[in-house]
């Protein structure tokens, strides 16, 4: 098997048509004509110090300059150094809005707002407008207490408890629609609010004075500070809102709480970010952040012209991009929250026979399909991604049965009818309709690999997605095909969320072990960190154990970045991090060195 699959020769992404689009974009792309005409206008200067590549935390610590040496003659005037800009692609459409208090998916800048909390590359949560916080110890009641700055807002307001509540209270109206709802459901009343239109007051949600934030839980939940960090849960400045309505995050009426403020926008040309002079944090590294609206080829013209610092790559750019000498090395590939998974449904042949189930992971040469992809998937052996709490190894011993070993899998189905080949019954696998590119190619190479390893007939069914919901709900599938995105960074939301009996996202699944959930009841209330990963991990053997789901890969974006830019944000493994729909402080960590030295 070659390492790499032949690349399509229309389809090629080489320098020389890379050149022959900067000359053919030149006179039309009005957002690199922006983008160029701030880099004349501005250049970053050279850093001063050394500073590590890998930050722990969001708080960057600056040196000091050293004082003036004596001297008998008077010293120069000082000079200021000229802003450091970073010059940010990736946005192929204009926002929607920046209302991440309205729509989390809105497609604006998160880093314009301030929760309670950050996460860090770690998606662990720090202090952010919250100094600290505490709760009972059922982990039902939390207390937050606020930095008590005289002003945080860009307008010179304080951020205060009030601004949370009543953001919150927004969100869950249903006149609001806000998508990402379902994230504060288990707060009390949250859901009536929503769903049933109950009074706003009455969510447990309360500013006890100006600096300090109660939030009642209907249930225990340990981790409830990371949902606090995610960019669903940002807060929206009320006066703005009450004044400009929907247009409140427009150029000129947006007032943000975060280390950004909004500069300017032209809509679907470009957008402007400076810093906000009153957050409470200085230690950002950047100055400005130039984002133009670019389409993907025009992007890559745009990049590979040095006009941007970095960019997204499009996956039908990708193999051309890997193989290039010069881009191949500038080319970085961060795993996004979710997960690729095969769920087979016990309560149907062949299926309702855990030796076949469990043949499944075996049969499946991930690496395979990690080339096939040129990276566009990393292999998975367990249900949580690298770089969430809770990831297992693929040595762990406990995902052996993930390990590809055909011979192993014809081996188990030996106790099965099915190790005739001619004994199958016709098996079909579901997927959502819409699969882009990589998914496609994916799950096309599983059906013949499970053809080719286990004899199993496989037929593919592209399920509408106006059905999809109502095939989960009552189990109308044999082997489905999920992608799951993380609702939020941690192992409770796919553990609990997919497989607990009370909150599972797969009603049909005709599964249940009360083993299981009494786990998750545990892993919802256990606050000792590693207590609370060696739950999951007991989760994850139950799951493997009965053959409930096969993990396939990890989703893995694709950015290209310059040499000059000295970092972006990693986790303790050195693992490149965002940005993506759960981490939205991917510029804080950025750190920009000298553009014209490499």
Same mark, same amino acid.
Not at 76 to 101: A, C, I, M, R, W
Not at 145 to 171: C, I, Y
């Given at each position: 098997?070659?390492?790499?699959?032949?690349?399509?020769?229309?389809?090629?992404?080489?320098?020389?048509?890379?050149?022959?689009?900067?000359?053919?974009?030149?006179?039309?792309?009005?957002?690199?004509?922006?983008?160029?005409?701030?880099?004349?206008?501005?250049?970053?200067?050279?850093? #001063?110090?050394?500073?590590?590549?890998?930050?722990?935390?969001?708080?960057?610590?600056?040196?000091?300059?050293?004082?003036?040496?004596?001297?008998?003659?008077?010293?120069?005037?000082?000079?200021?150094?000229?802003?450091?800009?970073?010059?940010?692609?990736?946005?192929?459409?204009?926002?929607?809005?920046?209302?991440?208090?309205?729509?989390?998916?809105?497609?604006?800048?998160?880093?314009?707002?301030?929760?309670?909390?950050?996460?860090?590359?770690?998606?662990?949560?720090?202090?952010?407008?919250?100094?600290?916080?505490?709760?009972?110890?059922?982990?039902?009641?939390?207390?937050?207490?606020?930095?008590?700055?005289?002003?945080?807002?860009?307008?010179?307001?304080?951020?205060?408890?009030?601004?949370?509540?009543?953001?919150?209270?927004?969100?869950?109206?249903?006149?609001?629609?806000?998508?990402?709802?379902?994230?504060?459901?288990?707060?009390?009343?949250?859901?009536?609010?929503?769903?049933?239109?109950?009074?706003?007051?009455?969510?447990?949600?309360?500013?006890?004075?100006?600096?300090?934030?109660?939030?009642?839980?209907?249930?225990?939940?340990?981790?409830?500070?990371?949902?606090?960090?995610?960019?669903?849960?940002?807060?929206?400045?009320?006066?703005?809102?009450?004044?400009?309505?929907?247009?409140?995050?427009?150029?000129?009426?947006?007032?943000?709480?975060?280390?950004?403020?909004?500069?300017?926008?032209?809509?679907?040309? /470009?957008?402007?970010?400076?810093?906000?002079?009153?957050?409470?944090?200085?230690?950002?590294?950047?100055?400005?952040?130039?984002?133009?609206?670019?389409?993907?080829?025009?992007?890559?013209?745009?990049?590979?012209?040095?006009?941007?610092?970095?960019?997204?790559?499009?996956?039908?750019?990708?193999?051309?991009?890997?193989?290039?000498?010069?881009?191949?090395?500038?080319?970085?590939?961060?795993?996004?929250?979710?997960?690729?998974?095969?769920?087979?449904?016990?309560?149907?042949?062949?299926?309702?026979?855990?030796?076949?189930?469990?043949?499944?992971?075996?049969?499946?040469?991930?690496?395979?399909?990690?080339?096939?992809?040129?990276?566009?998937? #990393?292999?998975?052996?367990?249900?949580?991604?690298?770089?969430?709490?809770?990831?297992?190894?693929?040595?762990?011993?406990?995902?052996?049965?993930?390990?590809?070993?055909?011979?192993?899998?014809?081996?188990?189905?030996?106790?099965?009818?099915?190790?005739?080949?001619?004994?199958?019954?016709?098996?079909?696998?579901?997927?959502?309709?819409?699969?882009?590119?990589?998914?496609?190619?994916?799950?096309?190479?599983?059906?013949?690999?499970?053809?080719?390893?286990?004899?199993?007939?496989?037929?593919?069914?592209?399920?509408?997605?106006?059905?999809?919901?109502?095939?989960?709900?009552?189990?109308?599938?044999?082997?489905?095909?999920?992608?799951?995105?993380?609702?939020?960074?941690?192992?409770?939301? /796919?553990?609990?969320?997919?497989?607990?009996?009370?909150?599972?996202?797969?009603?049909?699944?005709?599964?249940?072990?009360?083993?299981?959930?009494?786990?998750?009841?545990?892993?919802?209330?256990?606050?000792?960190?590693?207590?609370?990963?060696?739950?999951?991990?007991?989760?994850?053997?139950?799951?493997?154990?009965?053959?409930?789901?096969?993990?396939?890969?990890?989703?893995?974006?694709?950015?290209?970045?310059?040499?000059?830019?000295?970092?972006?944000?990693?986790?303790?493994?050195?693992?490149?991090?965002?940005?993506?729909?759960?981490?939205?402080?991917?510029?804080?960590?950025?750190?920009?060195?000298?553009?014209?030295?490499?």
């Amino acid at each position: 098997m070659p390492d790499r699959p032949p690349t399509v020769p229309g389809h090629r992404l080489t320098r020389r048509r890379l050149l022959g689009w900067i000359g053919a974009f030149a006179a039309v792309s009005g957002s690199a004509l922006l983008v160029y005409r701030e880099r004349q206008r501005v250049s970053s200067p050279a850093p #001063t110090a050394e500073q590590p590549v890998v930050s722990p935390s969001p708080r960057v610590t600056t040196p000091a300059a050293p004082p003036p040496s004596p001297t008998a003659t008077p010293s120069p005037s000082p000079t200021l150094s000229p802003p450091v800009v970073f010059y940010q692609g990736g946005f192929l459409e204009d926002p929607l809005s920046h209302d991440f208090n309205a729509n989390a998916g809105c497609g604006g800048d998160p880093e314009l707002f301030g929760g309670l909390v950050a996460l860090t590359p770690d998606y662990e949560p720090v202090p952010d407008w919250a100094e600290s916080w505490q709760s009972s110890g059922d982990s039902r009641r939390w207390v937050f207490t606020l930095r008590r700055n005289r002003s945080g807002w860009s307008n010179g307001d304080p951020v205060r408890a009030q601004d949370f509540v009543w953001s919150w209270q927004r969100m869950l109206a249903p006149e609001t629609g806000a998508p990402q709802a379902s994230l504060l459901f288990d707060v009390v009343n949250a859901r009536a609010v929503n769903q049933q239109g109950a009074d706003p007051a009455s969510l447990g949600v309360r500013a006890l004075d100006d600096w300090t934030l109660e939030i009642e839980l209907e249930h225990p939940r340990s981790y409830f500070p990371i949902l606090l960090g995610l960019p669903g849960l940002l807060p929206a400045h009320r006066p703005s809102v009450e004044t400009w309505g929907d247009r409140w995050t427009e150029a000129g009426h947006c007032v943000s709480n975060g280390p950004f403020q909004l500069a300017s926008w032209e809509h679907g040309r /470009a957008f402007t970010l400076s810093r906000n002079p009153n957050y409470w944090n200085r230690d950002l590294r950047i100055d400005r952040c130039v984002t133009p609206i670019l389409p993907a080829q025009e992007g890559l013209v745009a990049y590979f012209r040095g006009d941007l610092d970095l960019v997204s790559v499009a996956a039908g750019s990708l193999s051309s991009v890997a193989l290039d000498p010069v881009l191949g090395p500038q080319l970085v590939r961060p795993t996004e929250p979710a997960i690729w998974i095969l769920v087979p449904n016990t309560q149907r042949p062949p299926f309702d026979q855990l030796a076949v189930r469990r043949a499944l992971g075996r049969a499946i040469d991930r690496q395979r399909l990690w080339q096939l992809v040129y990276g566009a998937v #990393t292999p998975a052996f367990s249900l949580i991604p690298p770089g969430i709490a809770g990831h297992l190894d693929e040595s762990d011993e406990i995902l052996a049965g993930q390990r590809f070993d055909p011979d192993a899998a014809r081996r188990l189905l030996g106790s099965t009818p099915y190790t005739d080949p001619a004994a199958w019954p016709p098996v079909t696998l579901s997927a959502r309709e819409g699969m882009g590119t990589p998914e496609r190619t994916l799950v096309e190479d599983i059906v013949g690999q499970l053809a080719g390893n286990l004899g199993m007939p496989l037929t593919l069914r592209e399920v509408p997605s106006q059905e999809w919901e109502t095939v989960l709900e009552r189990g109308d599938f044999q082997l489905l095909w999920l992608r799951w995105d993380f609702p939020y960074p941690d192992p409770s939301a /796919a553990y609990a969320v997919l497989f607990a009996s009370e909150r599972r996202q797969i009603q049909g699944l005709g599964w249940a072990d009360p083993n299981f959930d009494a786990l998750i009841r545990l892993g919802d209330r256990e606050t000792d960190r590693l207590r609370r990963l060696a739950i999951y991990r007991q989760c994850e053997r139950i799951l493997q154990e009965q053959g409930i789901y096969v993990p396939v890969g990890y989703p893995a974006a694709a950015l290209l970045v310059k040499p000059w830019v000295r970092a972006i944000p990693r986790n303790r493994q050195g693992d490149p991090v965002g940005p993506n729909r759960l981490f939205s402080r991917f510029k804080w960590y950025v750190w920009l060195g000298d553009r014209q030295g490499g």
